[in-house]
């Protein structure tokens, strides 16, 4: 199993940046990427960044693409999310998730989830 762990959310203003971390544990060696989720009250879960663990490669909605920079660092087996340019419509409770298999979109392991307000 793979445990995830979330934190550096908080309240920003808006225009204010937020960086938030995703510390991962256990059968970390079997994770092939890494990606942040959020979910906005009324609205479904949506993709916002992934990296690949090993490659690095990394992914972007294009809500947050230009504002949002995704990167990990393996050898403290963790990926961060700098956001910047906030807006009050990146308010939401962010996810990270890891993916096990490459070949498959799936995201097998989440985390509880960090919120993040940015106020107007």
């Known amino acids: 199993q793979v445990q995830l762990v979330e934190s550096g959310g908080g309240l920003v203003q808006a225009g204010g940046s937020l960086r938030l971390f995703c510390a991962a544990s256990?059968?970390?060696?079997?994770?092939?990427?890494i990606g942040w989720f959020r979910r906005s009250p009324g609205k479904e879960r949506e993709f916002v960044a992934a990296i690949n663990w090993s490659g690095g490669t990394t992914y972007y909605a294009n809500s947050v693409k230009g504002r949002f920079t995704i990167s990990r660092d393996n050898a403290k087996n963790s990926v961060y999310l700098q956001m910047d340019t906030l807006t009050p419509e990146d308010t939401a409770v962010y996810y990270c998730?890891?993916?096990?298999?490459?070949?498959?979109?799936?995201?097998?392991?989440w985390g509880q989830g960090t919120q993040v307000t940015v106020s107007s």
């Open positions: 998730a890891a993916n096990l298999s490459g070949g498959s979109p799936t995201y097998d392991y």
């Open positions: 256990g059968r970390t060696f079997s994770i092939h990427a």
